[in-house]
């Protein structure tokens, strides 16, 4: 049996539980759980002022009720078990986790898995800007870990990003920006300014329409990629929507950014 927390907050204040993962709650009792320390603002508050509490923390299982759209901070610091929202959720679910797994059934703020290490997130609605960016200042995002966000996402999605995988069912602007390594898959429409400043990493834009490249970018040939057909199937195995055929095609590989070590590769459909 999961542990359980239905949010009671109706605040304009951003709420911030930073710490509460099953791994630092699964030997509390509840009554100990309830007084934990949460951020309203810049104010203190016990989680039983927000969230009624209930269920059995003992099996790294938490479930999260309510409209959570302005609650920040949702699995933070991760390292185990599971957490799943059954709605929305706000910015930064997943920061800087290394294992275990979330799921958010709604939306998503910014910052979803900023820095992640490893585990897995998955998002069944859309997401906000920077998903497995590097924060500022930092010299890279996400390190490891898989990112599955089925529907949009916003700008510089993987900015920054040294390893693990990112599939999102569209995007705004500047898709692995400075990207050190990694891969990311986009399955629907997308911006400009794709892969600047990218040493290294793999990038398919698989939308309707064929985004503008940056003139830092080479074309190298028409090619039938099995790597790519193997993670096609496994993402449908996963229930991930992917709208791509898996069985071989031809696809245009391009090579940059040529500003920077000019290793990186930009897949479209041939």
Not at 18 to 34: E, F, M
Not at 182 to 189: A, C, E, H, N, W
Request: glycine residues 16%; charged residues 20%.
């Amino acid at each position: 049996m999961p542990l359980r927390l239905r949010y009671q907050g109706e605040t304009p204040i951003p709420v911030e539980i930073d710490g509460l993962i099953p791994s630092a709650v699964r030997d509390k009792p509840r009554d100990d759980i309830r007084r934990l320390e949460i951020f309203h603002g810049n104010r203190r508050l016990p989680l039983a002022e927000m969230f009624e509490v209930s269920g059995d923390p003992s099996d790294e299982r938490i479930e999260f009720e309510g409209d959570l759209s302005g609650v920040h901070r949702i699995g933070s610091g991760m390292d185990s078990g599971e957490i799943r929202v059954a709605g929305s959720a706000g910015r930064h679910v997943g920061s800087e986790m290394t294992g275990g797994s979330i799921l958010i059934e709604g939306n998503v703020g910014d910052w979803l898995g900023a820095q992640t290490h490893g585990g897995r997130i998955e998002v069944l609605g859309r997401a906000g800007d920077s998903v497995g960016a590097a924060y500022r200042g930092s010299p890279r995002g996400m390190s490891g870990g898989t990112i599955l966000v089925h529907g949009p996402a916003g700008n510089a999605i993987g900015h920054s990003m040294r390893r693990g995988l990112i599939a999102v069912g569209g995007a705004a602007d500047a898709v692995g920006l400075e990207m050190i390594a990694g891969t990311i898959l986009v399955f629907g429409p997308s911006g400009i300014r794709h892969g600047a400043a990218m040493r290294r990493g793999t990038i398919g834009l698989f939308g309707p329409e064929r985004p503008p490249l940056l003139p830092t970018f080479r074309h190298a040939c028409r090619f039938r990629p099995v790597f790519l057909v193997m993670l096609l199937g496994w993402l449908r195995q996963q229930g991930y929507p992917c709208p791509v055929d898996p069985a071989p095609a031809e696809w245009e590989l391009f090579h940059g950014d040529l500003l920077a070590l000019g290793r990186g590769e930009i897949l479209l459909p041939a």
